[in-house]
């Protein structure tokens, strides 16, 4: 079956502990990609990967890391979590640009205390 | 530069209602649009696309959406609307040849029994 997994599903964590949000994907897509999600602000793009060791910041990357060192896994990592990080985040990957679908993992919500 | 504007955060209707969620993208250049549906406590998954040809494009449980280029439109509609509908609708465009899917902020469905 076709999917993104994202893991862990929830997490709660104090401020300044670092921490990694992993996501794999089986479809051999090329892009990926990371959100949050907060109210009222719909998803919000931090960083996109187009392929193996290339990547490039989205429209909130402040406080956050990725890495893609293989196709399938694209892990969100952050450094020293802060409340402000508080929120519900997916990963998505797709085939191409453009008129390509994204397809998305289940959600990890994160509280930073 | 892309955007796009859902107009209304939340819709209340009643069962077997018709129903339109708006959405309005700016762009200087060719579009894709999509809807994505978000029930609770899941990911996105997709509900219809428009890449190009006839503006009505049918997508899955009976919605369907209808691209305006003159007013710049791509409003989601169903004729008949279930409990089941219940969910956040997400607007999305993608501009031709680019890495982003910009997203809306999105319209909660709350279906009344």
């Known amino acids: 079956e076709a999917q993104v997994t994202q893991n862990p599903r929830y997490l709660i964590t104090v401020t300044g502990k670092k921490l990694t949000v992993t996501c794999s994907q089986n479809?051999?897509?090329?892009?990926m990609s990371w959100y949050r999600q907060d109210p009222g602000l719909g998803l919000r793009q931090i960083y996109y990967?187009?392929?193996?060791?290339?990547?490039d910041k989205g429209d909130v990357p402040e406080g956050y890391k990725v890495s893609r060192k293989e196709k399938r896994n694209f892990p969100l990592i952050l450094e020293s979590p802060s409340p402000n990080q508080t929120s519900l985040y997916f990963c998505a990957s797709r085939r191409g640009q453009g008129q390509t679908e994204a397809f998305f993992g289940q959600g990890t919500r994160l509280t930073v205390v | 530069a892309q955007s796009v504007t859902q107009l209304d955060s939340q819709v209340p209707v009643f069962e077997e209602a018709p129903v339109e969620l708006r959405c309005n993208y700016s762009?200087?250049?060719?579009?894709?649009l999509f809807w994505y549906v978000q029930y609770p406590n899941q990911g996105l998954q997709l509900l219809l696309k428009?890449?190009?040809?006839?503006?009505l494009v049918k997508g899955i449980n009976g919605f369907e959406a209808e691209f305006n280029k003159s007013q710049t439109s791509f409003h989601l509609r169903k004729p008949s609307v279930h409990i089941s509908d219940t969910a956040e609708y997400f607007c999305?465009?993608?501009?031709?040849?680019?890495?982003?899917?910009?997203f809306g902020t999105g319209t909660r469905l709350q279906v009344f029994p």
């Open positions: 762009s200087s250049v060719s579009v894709y």
């Open positions: 479809m051999n897509h090329e892009y």
């Open positions: 428009y890449l190009s040809g006839s503006t």
């Open positions: 990967s187009m392929n193996v060791e290339v990547t």
């Open positions: 999305a465009v993608s501009e031709y040849n680019t890495d982003k899917l910009i």
